[in-house]
Structure formats: C-alpha cells, structure tokens
C-alpha cells in the first residue's frame, strides 16, 4: 500500500495548482554590502528542490534557480563594511538611541510582511515544509520580532533610571558588543536565523549574515528590505560555501559575536579559526538527541500522540524532535501497536497539498543516510513495526519505526534528523537515567508519566543535564519567551526573546561620587541631551 502511495508521490506540472507553480528558475546574483545589492558576475550554486516533477524523462528533480558562490576575498569586503559601520562603537548605528534602532527594525517588519507569500512559497519549494508549517514559521518570526522590540522597550524603561549605592551615583545601559556572523539552520532557515540576527541588530551590532545551507533563495525578497531599512554596512548579506568565506571571516579575527546554529563540529571548527577566541562571544544552537521516556503508569494516548508528532513534525528535521523513545516493557507492546497505526494516518505528498504531513527532504543523500542507519539497526536484531517503513523514492523517505533498539545499534548513538523512530525497551529506569547522563548532548528531554514519584525523581535526575524537561508533552522550543538553551555539546549562550538581548550586549555602568558639582554636570549633559548612553528618556 505504501509503495503505491509512494508510486505516485511526485505530481506532474500539470497536477500542481497555478498559485503554487514555482515558475522560471530565478538565477541571482545579487547580495548586500555596505548598503548597496551589488552583482556577482563570477560562479553560481545550484538550489535544487527536493521536490521531483513527472516527465516524459521520469521524475525529474526541480531546478530552482542560482545564488552566487562569492570568494574569501569579497566575503571579506563584506566584513569591512560591517567593521567600518560599528567603528569601534563610534559608528551611527552603535551609536543611536535605543528608540531610533527600534523604528529601524519597525521599517524592516513593515516591508518584510509585503513578501510573505514569496517567502512561504519558496519554503515550501527549497525545504519541502508544508503550506501550514511554512506559513506559521513567516508569521512566528514577524511575531518574535514584534516581540524582541517590546522587551527591548521594558528593557530601557528599567535602564533609564539612575541608581544610587554607597555613595555612588550610576547608570547601568546593555551597548553592543562588535561585529557579528550570523549563521541560520537549513530546517528553520527564516525563524531560527532571525532569532540570533534581529537581536543583534537591534542591540547595537553591525552584521555580516549567511543564509542557510538550504532556504537560500527565500532571503532574495528581503535584500531589498535590508538595504532600505538600516544605515550602510549594518546589515551585510553574503552567499557560498562556509569553507570559502565564514573561515575566511572568522580568521580575520574581527568577528566579535558568533551566532550560528548546525552542527558542534562545525562550531568547534569555525571557533578554532579565530585568532583571539577569548573575544569572541559565541551563541550556538546545536545538535540534540532527545529522549522521550514513558514510564509504565501513563495516559498512552496522550504519550502516543505527543511522540508522533514530537518525532515526526517535519519529517523529524527539528534539532527539538524526539530522537529516540525510552519505553516500559509493561507497555512498550500498546505503544508500538498505536504509533504504528497514528503514523499510517500520516499523509504523504507535496508541501502544498491540503492535509500533508510528511514530505519530500532537502538534504542530498540523507535518504541513503537513513537507510544507511535502517539496515545496521535492522543488522543488529531490530525490526520495522510500521507497514511501508523505510521505503523511499528519490527524496522522500517513508518514517520506519524501529524495535526493540538497543546500544549496539547507530541510532542508539546518532542524530538521525529525519523520520526514523528508534523504541528502546527498558524494565530498569537507571538504565535510561544513566543514557542521559553519559550522553553528549543536554537540549531536552520529555517523560510521560502519572506517577508523581517517578517522574519527581527523573526531573531532579535530569534537571543538571539538559535545558528543558516537558512533562506529558513533546520537545520544543516556544513560547518565545520561555529560555531556549541546551547543555553539553548541545549549545552556548540562551536564545528566547528576554535572553537573546543579553547574549547579544554587555552591561556598561557610568558611575560618580554622589556630589553637588558631578549631579550638576550629569543632569546638565541629560539636559542638553549631550549623551546617547546618559539619558532618562522613557519609550512607550
């Protein structure tokens, strides 16, 4: 039944309605420096779409267009516009009053929510996200910033006063802390990107931004907004391969913040190039291996549906999905029987189809790559629950429920980032308290129990070890004021609307010796408004 499904997966043109046709490949050359969308006359990279289209040829793999494959060199042109735009602090960006910087990013959302529906349709197009998803991931950004601005304002209101201790009259103000590179992920290449970038622009900081490996095209309809909304060289946009210009960038050493969300390796990489690494203030989000735990007194519906779609939402290309489930041998037999029939209600097809749950994946030869970790758990004694688990065509790859999986296996160990469930059978539940604790990775983790006891206990065993702990529910990263973090190998620094402010300024403090002459000066300098730090304006 699934390979008939499969069989006629992929549409022909024909069978794809009009408004979501994705028309002529777009070939661009186009990126932003210092204020201007300058063209790229040399060699081009391929955006491939993970979407195949029926042919007189066979199905075919969809060519969406170009992006310029810029050189070291003028990814360093780019550095030094983002470097001359903060001058040591002295620039009119770092410069600025708070309340200017906001209207600035305010200007940036307007013309940003003119492009909604090229952005959605080209997520849909590059990443294989459905219409849903691509939709909530556009309008939860232009909420995250909406958010970001609001904090920012109670932010200043409690700066805007003056605080006297022993003494000591002071001002206490967040100010910039450099230049920053900005590095988005391939599974939430708007969101999670504008999660590190819109913070830093707003705190102060010039940037020099890297669209994601994939979703690359989808940032073509705001270079115009980018450049229209900020001053010359604030905001910097470069294209090609991170080995060709982020290491070039990061060994120039004038990269002050590093926001980048991938892989710890590829962090630890790029880290290692700078050459003066006690400077540099990073904030990474990183791999995860979330285990979900379900103990033998549980709501196994509840549990059931959670880890379906905590394993499956988007095709399981979410650094928060469940990466692998821990689960009681009085009910790991149930368990199985009702995830197994929850993920054949799951709808497969093209990310614009009415209804889809599961669709096609962007990242070349990750469909082998599954297979790959499929016939070593399947060589090590596990079996496919799920009728059609792990069939494959072309990009797309059929979610295998794996059991009983055991330490042996892969899968036991690795990120698989994609739709395959391993199920570990447990009696003893120090075996899975003792998998957190020799883990790598630390981001979340979710138990499904009713137990108060059990599950009291594995929150004070687990609370050291990983960011987040849900109780009866999937992994995830919102609400966006809620702390996103992760111990281990799994990030640095706290990225959430309140946090990532912070990650991305410093606390500076004017202080004075509380005495007639100096209030007389510091009220005459916020008087004559002489100052952008010494201020007492209150935003509303």
């Given at each position: 039944m699934t390979t008939n499904r499969l069989d006629n997966l992929f549409p022909s043109l024909a069978e794809i309605p009009e408004q979501y046709r994705f028309g002529a490949p777009i070939e661009q050359r186009d990126y932003l420096v210092d204020g201007q969308l300058r063209t790229?006359?040399?060699?081009?990279?391929?955006?491939?779409?993970?979407?195949?289209?029926?042919?007189?040829?066979?199905?075919?793999?969809?060519?969406?267009?170009?992006?310029?494959?810029?050189?070291?060199?003028?990814?360093?042109?780019?550095?030094?516009?983002?470097?001359?735009?903060?001058?040591?602090?002295?620039?009119?960006?770092?410069?600025?009053?708070?309340?200017?910087?906001?209207?600035?990013?305010?200007?940036?959302?307007?013309?940003?929510?003119?492009?909604?529906?090229?952005?959605?349709?080209?997520?849909?197009?590059?990443?294989?996200?459905?219409?849903?998803?691509?939709?909530?991931?556009?309008?939860?950004?232009?909420?995250?910033?909406?958010?970001?601005?609001?904090?920012?304002?109670?932010?200043?209101?409690?700066?805007?006063?003056?605080?006297?201790?022993?003494?000591?009259?002071?001002?206490?103000?967040?100010?910039?802390?450099?230049?920053?590179?900005?590095?988005?992920?391939?599974?939430?290449?708007?969101?999670?990107?504008?999660?590190?970038?819109?913070?830093?622009?707003?705190?102060?900081?010039?940037?020099?931004?890297?669209?994601?490996?994939?979703?690359?095209?989808?940032?073509?309809?705001?270079?115009?907004?980018?450049?229209?909304?900020?001053?010359?060289?604030?905001?910097?946009?470069?294209?090609?391969?991170?080995?060709?210009?982020?290491?070039?960038?990061?060994?120039?050493?004038?990269i002050d913040v590093f926001a980048f969300i991938g892989t710890h390796k590829g962090a630890s990489d790029l880290k290692k190039l700078h050459p003066r690494p006690h400077r540099l203030r990073a904030a990474l989000g990183l791999d995860a291996k979330n285990p979900g735990i379900v103990l033998p007194e549980v709501d196994l519906d509840n549990a059931v549906s959670e880890?379906?779609?905590?394993?499956?939402?988007?095709?399981?290309?979410?650094?928060?999905?469940?990466?692998?489930?821990?689960?009681?041998?009085?009910?790991?037999?149930?368990?199985?029987?009702?995830?197994?029939?929850?993920?054949?209600?799951?709808?497969?097809?093209?990310?614009?189809?009415?209804?889809?749950?599961?669709?096609?994946?962007?990242?070349?030869?990750?469909?082998?790559?599954?297979?790959?970790?499929?016939?070593?758990?399947?060589?090590?004694?596990?079996?496919?629950?799920?009728?059609?688990?792990?069939?494959?065509r072309g990009s797309f790859f059929y979610p295998a429920l794996l059991y009983p999986v055991n330490p042996a296996m892969r899968i036991y160990q690795e990120e698989q980032f994609g739709p395959l469930v391993p199920v570990v059978p447990y009696r003893d539940l120090q075996a899975v308290i003792d998998y957190v604790l020799d883990s790598d990775f630390g981001q979340q983790l979710s138990i499904f129990g009713s137990d108060s006891a059990q599950v009291g206990r594995l929150v004070d065993a687990f609370a050291n070890q990983v960011g987040r702990i849900n109780i009866n529910a999937q992994c995830q990263r919102g609400p966006d004021s809620f702390p996103f973090n992760g111990r281990k190998n799994s990030a640095e620094g706290t990225l959430s609307v309140h946090d990532a402010l912070r990650v991305f300024s410093i606390r500076t403090l004017v202080a004075t010796k509380f005495q007639e002459s100096n209030k007389a000066l510091v009220s005459e300098i916020i008087r004559n408004r002489e100052s952008s730090f010494l201020t007492t304006d209150y935003i509303f």
């Open positions: 790229w006359e040399g060699p081009l990279a391929s955006v491939r779409s993970p979407v195949f289209l029926k042919s007189e040829q066979g199905e075919q793999q969809v060519i969406l267009g170009s992006t310029p494959l810029l050189d070291a060199e003028t990814a360093l042109v780019a550095l030094d516009a983002a470097v001359r735009a903060y001058a040591n602090g002295q620039g009119a960006w770092p410069s600025l009053r708070v309340a200017e910087r906001i209207q600035h990013v305010e200007t940036f959302l307007a013309r940003m929510r003119e492009q909604r529906e090229r952005v959605v349709k080209l997520l849909m197009w590059e990443i294989g996200k459905n219409l849903k998803d691509s939709q909530k991931e556009f309008d939860r950004t232009c909420d995250y910033i909406v958010d970001t601005i609001e904090a920012l304002k109670e932010l200043d209101r409690r700066s805007s006063r003056f605080e006297l201790e022993q003494d000591t009259l002071g001002q206490i103000r967040r100010v910039p802390l450099g230049v920053t590179l900005c590095m988005g992920p391939y599974n939430y290449p708007l969101n999670e990107t504008f999660t590190t970038l819109i913070p830093a622009l707003i705190m102060g900081n010039t940037v020099v931004f890297k669209p994601a490996k994939f979703g690359v095209l989808l940032i073509r309809p705001l270079l115009e907004a980018f450049r229209d909304s900020f001053p010359a060289g604030v905001i910097n946009v470069i294209y090609g391969s991170g080995r060709e210009t982020v290491s070039a960038l990061m060994a120039s050493g004038k880890a379906v779609t905590g394993a499956l939402s988007f095709n399981g290309q979410r650094c928060t999905a469940l990466k692998i489930l821990f689960v009681h041998e009085d009910v790991v037999e149930r368990f199985l029987e009702q995830f197994a029939a929850k993920v054949a209600a799951l709808k497969p097809g093209m990310p614009w189809e009415e209804g889809v749950s599961l669709t096609p994946l962007p990242e070349p030869g990750k469909v082998e790559y599954l297979g790959g970790l499929l016939a070593d758990a399947l060589e090590q004694g596990a079996q496919v629950v799920n009728a059609g688990g792990g069939e494959s």
